[in-house]
C-alpha cells in the first residue's frame, strides 16, 4: 500500500467521526506554533487510545511522554468520574505548552504534569503508592522503554492494559545494525515477548505519520 492511501484513509477515518473538535485542533496548533516536533499521535490513533480507555473502564491513567498533551487529552475525556491521568514529561518547554492545553481542554482537575525524567518521575510515583493504574501509556524515549515497562508493571494490577507507540518504527526494527533508539525498542520488545507477567501483542499501524507499530499488553494474574 502507497503511504498516500494510508493518508487518505486517515483522512477518511477522521471524516467519519467528524474529525477532532476545536480543542484537539487548537492543542495541535499551540504546539505547531511553539516549535514542537510534529510526533502526537495520530487522531485515528487519539481516538484508538480513547477507546482502549473506555474499554478497561479506566479510572487511573498513566503517561510516560506528554508533549503539547495531545494523547493524554484523548486518554482523558475517556475516564469516569473522579478519575485522572498522571503524565511525565522531561521537557519544561513542553510541559509548560502541555499545561496551558490541558487548561484550554478544561481538564486541569483531570490531569496532572509531571515534570522531570520518566526514571525519576516514575520512582517517585512508586514511593509515592500512587498505583495501581488502569491504563499505561509509554511514548517517551525509546533507549529506556525496558526500564519503563518494568515501572509499569511495578503500578500495575492484574488486568492493567500497557500501551508502548513506536514499537516498529518504520521496520526499523528489522535492523541488524540499529540507532541506540531503535535498539532500545528492539529490546522492549524482545523483553515485552518474554515477560510472564503479561499477555501482549503488536500491531503494525499506518496513516499519516507513517508505518509504525503498537504493543497492547494485560497484566495476569500473579
Ligand atoms: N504522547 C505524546 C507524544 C510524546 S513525544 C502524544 O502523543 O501527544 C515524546 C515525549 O517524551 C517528548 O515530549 C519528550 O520531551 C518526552 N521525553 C523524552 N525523554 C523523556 C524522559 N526521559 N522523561 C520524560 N519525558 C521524556
Ligand atoms: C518519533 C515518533 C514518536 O511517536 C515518538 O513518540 C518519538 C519519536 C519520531 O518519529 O521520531
Ligand atoms: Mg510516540
Same mark, same amino acid.
Given at each position: 500500500?502507497?503511504?498516500?492511501?494510508?493518508?487518505?484513509?486517515?483522512?477518511?477515518?477522521?471524516?467519519?467521526?467528524?474529525?477532532?473538535?476545536?480543542?484537539?485542533?487548537?492543542?495541535?496548533?499551540?504546539?505547531?506554533?511553539?516549535?514542537?516536533?510534529?510526533?502526537?499521535?495520530?487522531?485515528?490513533?487519539?481516538?484508538?487510545?480513547?477507546?482502549l480507555a473506555l474499554a478497561c473502564g479506566a479510572r487511573q491513567v498513566l503517561e510516560i511522554g506528554t508533549l503539547a498533551g495531545y494523547s493524554a487529552i484523548w486518554m482523558a475525556r475517556a475516564l469516569a468520574a473522579g478519575g485522572r491521568l498522571v503524565t511525565l514529561e522531561a521537557n519544561e518547554e513542553y510541559?509548560? &505548552?502541555?499545561?496551558? %492545553? +490541558?487548561?484550554? #481542554? *478544561?481538564?486541569?482537575?483531570?490531569? @496532572?504534569?509531571?515534570?522531570?525524567? !520518566?526514571?525519576?518521575?516514575?520512582?517517585?510515583?512508586?514511593?509515592?503508592?500512587?498505583?495501581?493504574?488502569?491504563?499505561?501509556?509509554?511514548?517517551?524515549?525509546?533507549?529506556?522503554?525496558?526500564?519503563?515497562?518494568?515501572?509499569?508493571?511495578?503500578?500495575?494490577?492484574?488486568?492493567?492494559? &500497557?500501551?508502548?507507540? %513506536? +514499537?516498529?518504527? #518504520? *521496520?526499523?526494527?528489522?535492523?541488524? @545494525?540499529?540507532?541506540?533508539?531503535? !535498539?532500545?525498542?528492539?529490546?522492549?520488545?524482545?523483553?515485552?515477548?518474554?515477560?510472564?507477567?503479561?499477555?501482549?501483542?503488536?500491531?503494525?499501524?499506518?496513516?499519516?505519520?507513517?508505518?509504525?507499530?503498537?504493543?497492547?499488553?494485560?497484566?495476569?494474574?500473579?
Open positions: 500500500m502507497s503511504e498516500d492511501v494510508a493518508v487518505a484513509v486517515d483522512r477518511y477515518i477522521e471524516g467519519l467521526f467528524g474529525g477532532q473538535d476545536a480543542v484537539l485542533e487548537a492543542a495541535q496548533q499551540r504546539a505547531a506554533d511553539a516549535g514542537l516536533p510534529a510526533i502526537s499521535v495520530s487522531a485515528p490513533l487519539g481516538r484508538f487510545l480513547h477507546v510541559a509548560e &505548552i502541555a499545561g496551558a %492545553n +490541558v487548561a484550554d #481542554a *478544561g481538564l486541569d482537575d483531570v490531569i @496532572e504534569i509531571r515534570r522531570g525524567r !520518566a526514571l525519576e518521575t516514575l520512582a517517585e510515583l512508586e514511593r509515592e503508592q500512587a498505583g495501581p493504574f488502569d491504563l499505561v501509556f509509554l511514548d517517551a524515549d525509546k533507549e529506556p522503554y525496558t526500564e519503563y515497562l518494568q515501572a509499569a508493571l511495578r503500578l500495575s494490577r492484574p488486568g492493567t492494559l &500497557i500501551v508502548a507507540d %513506536n +514499537v516498529v518504527y #518504520a *521496520g526499523q526494527v528489522l535492523s541488524e @545494525e540499529p540507532s541506540e533508539m531503535v !535498539a532500545g525498542l528492539q529490546r522492549f520488545n524482545r523483553a515485552l515477548a518474554a515477560e510472564s507477567g503479561v499477555r501482549a501483542a503488536i500491531v503494525q499501524t499506518t496513516g499519516v505519520k507513517g508505518h509504525d507499530g503498537m504493543a497492547l499488553a494485560v497484566v495476569r494474574e500473579a
